[in-house]
């Protein structure tokens, strides 16, 4: 019996081996080790050389980021939440923004992953970085980021030249609202993140940046957290001149307006309320810190400064 169970665990044990050499040998066609410091935004040290040919996209941002630098034709797989550009939702889908599915990655035979750093992706990121894969994890919170991330990408994906040109257009863009906004007033901006409970963007969050970027001013002071919860006493005293929410689920805009105008109608002593200056935003345009940046910062500014809004939009019409 004892002969049995020997030869048994040998022949497990061989099975096992050839499973692990198979699956190594398979991908290390792909993935040529070469000499790689790990650190913030870096691949792993198993990355490829080559310009990648197989790209997988975990986060939406990072999807549109991709997308801009002209690498759609090598995306082969994003997040279930990765809907712009329209042709994103053409490509295979690997799991939630929250979470990823790691074999769905694997099955998509990428030569390049591009992550976010937060728990749930960093866990897929550590797997696949074991199994061998070209594993590109970046943090992207504020502005500053979002350049860094591009150049990352452009250097990840061999596209440098339009890295840089991506990062210039969005800088330009984002320079040229704040010469037009700078001269205005500053108007008060709560931006509410939701309201059962009732819960705000704070000053330490890119949402702080965009608010200041259209010309507005956060009318929540320094907060411990980046997205506290208020008591009605707080928002009382706030005195928010503009109140914007970004759009919550697959309900229109439209509905969501009237519910948000009905929930806010019971403090008629802030200004936004008195005023009808309370909006529900498209929260893809607002809230992905990507490409689209500098329309949503400009979107923002629509309703912050609508004099501004109407004079720039003539003179646009004018010029064409």
């Not at 705000?200 to 890119?206: H, L, P, V």
Request: glycine share 6%; net charge neutral; with cysteine.
């Amino acid at each position: 019996m004892k002969k049995l169970w020997l030869l048994l665990t040998i022949a497990l044990l061989c099975s096992a081996t050839f499973t692990i050499i198979s699956y190594h040998s398979n991908h290390d066609k792909i993935h040529e080790p070469r000499p790689s410091a790990m650190g913030e935004g870096e691949l792993n040290s198993t990355a490829s050389p080559n310009k990648p040919e197989r790209i997988v996209s975990l986060a939406p941002n990072l999807t549109e980021i991709l997308f801009a630098l002209g690498l759609g034709e090598k995306i082969v797989a994003v997040s279930n939440n990765s809907d712009y550009p329209p042709e994103a939702a053409n490509r295979n889908k690997v799991g939630t923004f929250w979470q990823p599915n790691t074999e769905a990655v694997i099955a998509s035979r990428p030569d390049l992953v591009v992550t976010l750093r937060f728990e749930q992706q960093k866990l897929v990121a550590d797997t696949l970085k074991r199994l061998g894969f070209n594993v590109l994890t970046l943090k992207i919170e504020k502005t500053e980021e979002l350049f860094a991330a591009i150049e990352k990408i452009g250097t990840a994906a061999d596209c440098k030249q339009r890295a840089d040109k991506l990062t210039e257009n969005i800088g330009n863009r984002l320079n040229n609202l704040k010469l037009k906004v700078g001269s205005t007033n500053k108007v008060r901006v709560l931006w509410v993140v939701q309201t059962e409970p009732l819960r705000i963007a704070g000053r330490n969050t890119f949402i702080n940046e965009m608010i200041e970027l259209a010309g507005g001013e956060n009318t929540i002071g320094p907060t411990l957290q980046q997205y506290p919860s208020i008591g009605t006493e707080e928002l009382l005293t706030c005195d928010a001149e503009i109140i914007i929410q970004p759009s919550m689920g697959l309900a229109d805009i439209e509905s969501q307006q009237r519910a948000a105008n009905i929930f806010w109608s019971r403090y008629t002593n802030l200004p936004a309320v008195k005023n009808k200056r309370i909006y529900v935003v498209d929260s893809d345009a607002v809230l992905r810190l990507g490409p689209r940046l500098p329309e949503g910062a400009e979107m923002i500014a629509s309703y912050l400064h609508p004099a501004l809004h109407r004079i720039g939009a003539a003179a646009k019409d004018e010029k064409e």
